[in-house]
């Protein structure tokens, strides 16, 4: 069955005939493309802070690493994206908590977390870094953007017990000394 026959100069054009299944066709894929915009609309009103970019597995292995965790030592992850960190942290045997403000990554990082067996020993909460204090923390890892760097540099020095460790990835803090450097994995301690 056709539909739509147009008329071109006084005489019918078949080309131009249009079969029921593809006028649903195209009408099917309009509606799933109207659907996804109207779908993504939340995810970017959502999408607050920094972008998501998660560490590989082995920047993960070497922050980890550079932590030197001991069981039972407290571990903050600032910016815990998918908890991946996180994950590792208390896999490592730290007490581990993540600081991650996007709602959608905070709901996909339990839902690793509890996957992963690792409920009792890991979590991620809904919140800014900025409004939360360090000073109960052995260890923090981040992974943020350079233009927070100064910043959270003043802060962690401000609330951070002596001996605590904090590993970046990627990025450095601009004005306090490494004490250890494993390619773009920097290892500081509060003195």
């Known amino acids: 069955m056709y539909i739509g026959t147009v008329l071109l100069w006084g005489t019918r054009c078949y080309h131009a005939a249009m079969p029921i299944l593809v006028l649903a066709i195209y009408a099917g894929t309009l509606v799933a493309v109207a659907l996804a915009i ?6 970017f009103w959502f999408a607050r802070g920094a972008p998501f970019v998660p560490s590989s597995r082995a920047r993960i292995r070497c ?9 039972g030592q407290r571990a903050a992850d600032i910016g815990a994206g998918d908890g991946r960190i996180v994950i590792a942290l208390a ?7 993540g600081f ?6 905070v709901w996909f990082a339990r839902l690793r977390i509890r996957l ?4 009792n020993r890991a ?8 409004h939360q204090s360090f000073a109960p923390f052995d260890i923090v890892t981040v ?25 970046s990835n990627a990025f450095p803090f601009p004005h306090w000394q490494p004490l250890k450097t494993e390619g773009t994995v920097f290892l500081y301690t509060q003195v």
């Open 91 to 97: 896999r490592a045997g730290a007490i581990a908590t």
């Open 100 to 105: 991650e403000i996007n709602p959608l990554l």
């Open 143 to 167: 992974y943020g953007l350079p233009s927070i760097m100064p910043d959270l540099e003043v802060k962690l020095r401000r609330e951070l017990k002596p001996g605590s460790r904090v590993v």
């Open 123 to 130: 979590t991620v909460n809904r919140s800014n870094f900025w």
């Open 63 to 71: 922050m980890v690493a550079l932590a030197d965790i001991r069981p």
């Open 116 to 119: 992963a067996g690792l409920g």
């Open 38 to 43: 109207a779908a993504a609309v939340p995810l």
